[in-house]
Each structure stands twice: as structure tokens, then as C-alpha cells.
């Protein structure tokens, strides 16, 4: 069954370092996302990206994020200057169809600790 | 802003109950999602539904348009099941889902 792939699974950095989380996609889907979920708190939308752009993001996704889709399979999260509260789980989703229309799918998630 | 109330917040029973898990939403929607999170963390898809019914193995959503709530139901319960289970939804127009907290269940063997 084709899935989500992340990398890495999990990452701890020092404050002020940046990162870079790396997604795979489903091959057919046009439609990426990126969520976080801080420990014990639900799970957040930050950024929706089709046809080589952002097409939504949240309050969250502000100047110290950014997303990529460097080649034709790779989806990357980039956060810069990181600080404690960036400590999260990120999960990547696609879907082959707009949010409300097609399935989605999830990887398993990048968990983050920044120290 | 759309919220998303779930409930119960935490729900324990015994292997070979039924259970409902309950969702509220405030606005209109273009769909629901139910989805598992595992105890490691990964997320995955059970249902995305935008009326009546959809039955998947033991597991079984509803969804009531008018009354804005949606159900998940879970016959046969087995250990197995124990997660978190999430309700999500969409807006029509825009990408991103608004999440609510999670219901954790616990099935006793």
C-alpha cells in the first residue's frame, strides 16, 4: 500500500539552529501538507502547498517557515532559528484530491526537541 | 473560527463493548475525517464522509448535516482499538482541517 514517507523520525537541535524536515509524498497526489502537535495539545494546520506553491497557511506558518518541493518527489518544512517552542511532532499528509474531496494521507511524523 | 468538540475526552472499557465516540462542529463543512493516532504518534485515515453513513470493518461514522455532529462507532471492541481517536474537519474553500482534542480509548482485555 503506497504511504506517506518522513524523515527523520526524530530530531533534536540546539535553539537558534535550523532544520529541515523531509517528506515523500504518495507519487500520484498534488496536494501536500504540513501539521505540527505539541505534546498533549492537537493536532495544528500550518501550510498546504499545490502546483509548486503555498495555496493556504496558518497564523503559525509566519517568516520563520518555509516549504519546498526541491525535485519530484521530495516535500521539505524548513524552520529557521528554532526556538523551544517549535518542539512538536510535524506530520506531512497528501492527497490526490483538494482536502474535502480526497483521502488523506499521513506519514508517521518528524518528531522535533529543541533544547 | 471553527471549533471542534469531541467527546468523551477519555473513555475506558472492557474488550467486547460497544463504543461511540461524539464530535460537534460550530460551522458548515465540505467533509468530516475520523482518523487513529497510534500510541508512537503516526496518524491514519479511517473515514472522510460528508453525509449518512460509511461502515468499515468493526467500525462504523455517521454523520447528521443539519445537526452538525458526527459519531464514530466501534462494535467488538478489542485491546487492538486502544488510540486516540480524532475528529477533523474541512471547509469548503479552504485546505487546511481544524482539529478537535481527541477522544483517548483505552479496551481492557
Known amino acids: 500500500e503506497p504511504e506517506v514517507t518522513q524523515t527523520p523520525s526524530h530530531q533534536v537541535t540546539q535553539m537558534g539552529q535550523e532544520v529541515i524536515l523531509r517528506c515523500v509524498p504518495i507519487s500520484n497526489h498534488l496536494y501536500f501538507y504540513w501539521y505540527r502537535q505539541i505534546l498533549g495539545q492537537k493536532v495544528e494546520f500550518l501550510v498546504s502547498?499545490?502546483?509548486?506553491?503555498?495555496?493556504?497557511k496558518s497564523e503559525i506558518f509566519d517568516d520563520q517557515f518555509s516549504v519546498e518541493r526541491p525535485d519530484g518527489s521530495n516535500f521539505t518544512l524548513k524552520i529557521r532559528s528554532t526556538k523551544l517552542e517549535d518542539s512538536a511532532m510535524y506530520f506531512c499528509?497528501?492527497?490526490?484530491?483538494?482536502?474535502?474531496?480526497?483521502?488523506?494521507?499521513f506519514g508517521e511524523g518528524s518528531r522535533l526537541t529543541v533544547l | 473560527k471553527n471549533e471542534v468538540e469531541q467527546s468523551p475526552q477519555n473513555l475506558t472499557a472492557q474488550e467486547g463493548e460497544f463504543i461511540t465516540i461524539n464530535c460537534s462542529y460550530s460551522v458548515g463543512i465540505s467533509a468530516l475525517h475520523w482518523l487513529q493516532q497510534h500510541p508512537g504518534g503516526g496518524i491514519v485515515s479511517l473515514f472522510m464522509l460528508s453525509s449518512g453513513k460509511k461502515k468499515h470493518g468493526r467500525l462504523i461514522a455517521t454523520i447528521n448535516i443539519q445537526e452538525k455532529h458526527s459519531s464514530l462507532h466501534i462494535t467488538a471492541s478489542h485491546p487492538r482499538d486502544s488510540a486516540v481517536y480524532i475528529c477533523?474537519?474541512?471547509?469548503?474553500?479552504?485546505?487546511?482541517?481544524?482539529f478537535g482534542k481527541g477522544t483517548h480509548l483505552i479496551i481492557q482485555p
Open positions: 477533523a474537519v474541512s471547509r469548503g474553500g479552504a485546505d487546511g482541517l481544524t
Open positions: 499528509a497528501s492527497s490526490a484530491d483538494r482536502v474535502g474531496t480526497g483521502e488523506l494521507f
Open positions: 502547498f499545490y502546483n509548486n506553491e503555498i495555496s493556504e
